[in-house]
Structure formats: structure tokens, C-alpha cells
């Protein structure tokens, strides 16, 4: 057990539609990591928060938003969804700011977009 | 571009026997390099680690070897055990990509009785 927690594990949605995942880091943990894996592929950093601010971004859509709140845990927004955004969403804490801090992975929340 | 390449989808080792997943990178500004386990239904775990001023580094059954020069990094497994069946994914690090980690698609393995 890694001790971060995801919900929900699955999401099943329509196109257009706008959905919420939330994550709980692992106790101590002050950032927290949002990743994209599609089918077959690797991850894909969408965006990071340190103690409530964003750090560093990646390949996050507009259509995408995050932010992390003063008890630290954290929700990916995502809005007018297209059948392409289906995948594994993750989050990842980790005790400090840097790559050097090993990430701790949830479990992941699966989204369908039908 | 994909700047960290696991070119092996799969892998199949018998037990008790030596497991060597590869990684090439093409960004010589990594300094910093993870190997990462994921079994199905569950997140990446956290496996071995080097940096760049290092070659080699070992824990328990495994070791990560770096090759700075051909832009290489390979995790063995001795002996390898049916648990260590999963998807390995490398990443790699460094300044050029804000120490924001480049993950490779992934090796499965898998571990013959």
C-alpha cells in the first residue's frame, strides 16, 4: 500500500461532459503529481502542486485543471471531454519538490469516454 | 520524440534465471534515472534509482547499470522469481526537463516456472 488513495477507481462519461478526480497524498507528503497513461504507452506528466502551489506543468490540456488544497490533497478537473482523453489517470506524492524524491502511485482512476 | 526508449514490449525469462530490461535515452542532460514496477490494477512502485555520477548501483536481487556514453541503463534481476512478472517502466531526469520525470512505454516480464 502506497498510502495515496484515488477516487474513483473507475468513471465511465460522455463527451462533453466534465468530471473530478481526487487524490490523497501519502501522509507527510507535500507534492503531489498527476500523470496520463493512454493504451500501450508511458506516462505522461500533466502537472505538479508543492504545498498548495503548482510547480511545474506538463503536457496538460486546457481543457484540463488542477489544484491542491490546504489539507494538500488534490483534484484533476476535466471538461468537455473527448473519446481521446480516455485512460489511467494517476497521482503521485512525494516528500519533496524534485525528480530525486521516489514518487508514491495511487492506484489510478480509469476514465471511459463514450 | 521520445526522448527515454524501452524497445522491448515484452520479456520472457525462466525462473532462477537472469532478467535484463534495457532503456536508451537521448537527452545527455539526464542526470538522474529510476526503474519503476507496476502490476496490473495498481500504480507504479518505486524499484532502484542512480544518478549520473554513478555506474552502478545495486539492492538486493537488483542492479541498475548506466552507460553514459551510449545513452544506456539496464535493470537485472538475479534470480529471477515469479513475483517480478510486471510492466517495468524507466524514467529518467534532469534539467532540460525541469526534473520532471520522462517515462519509457514499459517492458513486461514475465517469469517462467
Known amino acids: 500500500d502506497s498510502g495515496v488513495t484515488q477516487t474513483p477507481k473507475h468513471l465511465i462519461t460522455a463527451t462533453g461532459q466534465r468530471v473530478t478526480l481526487r487524490c490523497s497524498p501519502r501522509?507527510?507528503?507535500?507534492?503531489v503529481y498527476w500523470y496520463q497513461q493512454s493504451l500501450d504507452q508511458g506516462l505522461q506528466f500533466l502537472i505538479q502542486y508543492y504545498n498548495g502551489e503548482e510547480r511545474a506543468k506538463g503536457n496538460i490540456l486546457e481543457r484540463f485543471s488542477a489544484q491542491q488544497f490546504p489539507d494538500l490533497h488534490s483534484e484533476l478537473n476535466l471538461s468537455s471531454l473527448e473519446l481521446g482523453d480516455s485512460a489511467l489517470y494517476f497521482c503521485?506524492?512525494?516528500?519533496?519538490?524534485?525528480?530525486?524524491?521516489?514518487?508514491?502511485f495511487g492506484n489510478g482512476t480509469r476514465l471511459t469516454v463514450t | 520524440d521520445q526522448q527515454v526508449k524501452q524497445n522491448s514490449p515484452s520479456l520472457s525469462v525462466q525462473e532462477g534465471r537472469i532478467s535484463i530490461l534495457n532503456c536508451d535515452y537521448t537527452n545527455s542532460m539526464f542526470d538522474y534515472f529510476l526503474w519503476y514496477k507496476k502490476y496490473p490494477a495498481e500504480g507504479p512502485t518505486f524499484l532502484i534509482s542512480?544518478?549520473?555520477i554513478k555506474d552502478k548501483n545495486e539492492d538486493g536481487r537488483f542492479t541498475v547499470f548506466l552507460n553514459k556514453s551510449a545513452k544506456h541503463l539496464s535493470l537485472h534481476i538475479v534470480p529471477s522469481q515469479p513475483g517480478d512478472s510486471a510492466v517495468y517502466f524507466c524514467?529518467?531526469?534532469?534539467?532540460?526537463?525541469?526534473?520532471?520525470?520522462?517515462w519509457g512505454a514499459g517492458t513486461k516480464l514475465i517469469i517462467k516456472p
Open positions: 524514467a529518467a531526469s534532469g534539467v532540460d526537463s525541469n526534473y520532471q520525470l520522462i
Open positions: 542512480i544518478s549520473s
Open positions: 501522509s507527510g507528503d507535500l507534492s
Open positions: 503521485a506524492s512525494s516528500a519533496g519538490q524534485g525528480s530525486n524524491s521516489p514518487l508514491h
